[in-house]
């Protein structure tokens, strides 16, 4: 019998490499929904526990402000008491305890005016944002056009109805027969897969080259 050729039988690595590529791993759809499953439960996990870090940081931080006033009450009394027969020094330890006294207020109030302002502009924002998207539904009905990608155009508006409108009117209406699509081999190009756009690239786009981007997958709203 005679000897194998050298390498006879012997996998490379770059044949290894091919057969992978030429093979790739694919993945069932029940594995899909199964990975995005645990990528969201992920994100929500690490979202509590941030969450809960958050509380307790605040919690602990809060505690020890109670402290550092009881132990500031405390010294007040021992110096009251320290300084009692001494009207003059007793007076300039009340009127220092009274200044520090006021000082904390006027923070505290600050700090709550400033807490309370950013709640009354969330709450703002959010009750802008309703109402842009509820006039551009109702004026998307109106004008029959697209109401998904009017509420994103209403977005970049001052959320009046004239300004919407005036967006709308650059819209072509539902129902219109758009020309297909064209590559470059003259076929007509399928529907495919396509992405979420930014406000910035529907602020940049022309609304019929929106639609057209829409109707064709290139984006999906």
């Known amino acids: 019998m005679g000897e194998p050729n050298e ?16 093979n790739p791993e694919t993945f069932t759809k029940e594995q899909m929904v199964e990975a995005g499953r645990k990528a969201k439960s992920d994100v929500l996990a690490e979202f509590g526990r941030l969450k809960t870090s958050t509380e307790v940081a605040i919690k602990s931080a809060q505690a020890a ?20 027969d001494e009207p003059d020094k007793l007076s300039a330890i009340t009127e220092r305890i009274g200044r520090r006294n006021a000082e904390t207020k006027l923070a505290k109030a600050e700090q709550d005016l400033s807490e309370l302002g950013g709640r009354v502009e969330a709450a703002e924002r959010k009750e802008s944002e309703s109402t842009k998207e509820r006039n551009a539904r109702e004026i998307a009905t109106r004008l029959n056009v697209n109401p998904t990608l009017l509420a994103k155009l209403a ?27 064209k590559t470059d081999d003259g076929k007509t190009s399928g529907v495919t897969s396509g992405k979420k756009p930014t406000l910035e690239e529907l602020q940049a786009s022309d609304p019929f080259e929106t639609q057209k981007k829409v109707d064709s997958g290139e984006w999906k709203l």
């Open 65 to 84: 402000q109670a402290r550092i006033e009881r132990m500031q009450e405390e010294q007040d009394e021992l110096d009251r008491a320290k300084y009692r």
């Open 7 to 22: 390498g006879q039988g012997v996998v490379t690595s770059a044949e290894q490499t091919e057969t992978s590529e030429q």
């Open 155 to 181: 977005k970049l508006t001052d959320g009046s109805l004239e300004a919407i409108e005036v967006e709308a009117n650059g819209l072509p209406r539902l129902g219109e027969t758009k020309p297909s699509l």
